[in-house]
């Protein structure tokens, strides 16, 4: 399939072309993307001091350039992305394609929408290089991971940090193994788990012993650090840790998703209603899609600006080779790079491997 009869099919999908320039300002990528994308940059500085960098995805280029209300826009170029240990054979430059659609408010829509049309790019663009492409679509939602660690009884500390690493297997098994092996917290003169109460102990102490300011802190800040220290040093039960287990290795058909999460909350005391609600609804929009959908609990998208749904399509017959397009919902993205909040979701293509059936 050539760049024109995508161009078509994306542009009949109610998308505008754009080309975000190949040099960016690195701060978006640096502060938005997180630490999963830092490390794979090419920087540069440029002429006044800044920091730039090479293009190293097109979504956070199309946010910056978007301006109003809803819009579609469908992109296509190359991106580039340092080597990064262990990956030393992957090529460091490649071609994307995509949509991002901003500002529609019709969450389930705009999502159906999405993984149709990356299904479509994708079906096409194997049949342009005379692969024969099985697709496969797999589904993720962090709706049900964050319906999971507020109840079973994780400390708050550990269920920010599972939240952010949502999506990373093994940072995430990492965590539950520390959770259960903290170190005993040293005794301490602080007796209240009150953060109030806790600031006007440490504002009392730090007065008698003429610590006022001492090194920039204020009794709050040294408040709010000892109890984030405490509550990480808290042990966390093995039965608590073994839920989070059990979640994470569920997998289904995306029909059977209310079914199995519904048994699982019943079993395990946890409220899934509102994510199962969500994600009926989008469920709903593809109805009658000629391909195979799986939900996995544990998948998620390892850069820090999804928020939301996630997908992949991969070839069934070639699965091994990696993801022939992926997206997601980004709702606060806008936000982060400093526009009005608004509701975001797209998806990008590997363009070789489309063409090559799954081939790297």
Known sequence: MKTEALTTLFESAGCTGI???????????????GEAFRKSLFVTQGAKGETLCLRPEFTIPVC???????????YSGSVFRQATEGRDDKPQEFEQAGVEALGEADFAKADAD?????????RALGA????????????????????????????????????????DADLV????KRMVSAPVVASNDFKTDDSAALTEEV???????????????????IA?????????????????????????????????????????????????????????????????????????ASFGRRLDYYTGFVFEIYDANNR??????????????????????????GFSLWLERCREGGAS
Not at 203 to 221: I, L, P, V
Not at 262 to 273: L, P
Not at 320 to 345: H, I, N, Q, S
């Open 203 to 221: 504002s009392a102490m730090m007065q008698a012993h003429g610590m006022m300011g001492a090194g920039g802190r204020t009794a709050d800040e």
């Open 114 to 122: 999405m993984v149709r049309l990356a299904l479509d790019a994708v």
């Open 173 to 176: 098994e990492a965590m539950l």
């Open 64 to 74: 910056l350039e978007h301006k109003g209300e809803a819009a579609r826009y469908h």
């Open 224 to 296: 709010q650090r000892f109890l984030k220290k405490r509550n990480e040093q808290v042990s966390v039960s093995t039965t608590v840790t073994e839920i989070c287990r059990h979640f994470l290795a569920l997998e289904c058909a995306s029909e059977k998703v209310g079914d199995t999460m519904t048994r699982f909350g019943e079993e395990n005391g946890i409220d899934f209603a509102g994510a199962i609600a969500g994600y009926d609804a989008r469920a709903k929009g593809l109805q009658g899609l000629d391909a195979e959908i799986t939900f996995s």
């Open 320 to 345: 091994a080779k990696g993801p022939l397009a992926g997206g997601g919902r980004y709702d606060g993205l806008t936000e982060m790079l400093g526009d009005k909040a608004m509701p975001a979701v």
């Open 128 to 167: 342009s290089g005379g692969g024969d492409i099985k697709p496969v679509v797999q589904m993720g939602d962090p709706a049900f991971f964050n319906a999971l660690v507020t109840p079973v009884g994780l400390p708050e500390i550990w269920r920010e940090r599972l939240t952010r690493a949502f999506g």
């Open 19 to 33: 080309e975000p320039s190949v040099l960016q300002p690195a701060d978006p990528f640096l502060n938005a993307a």
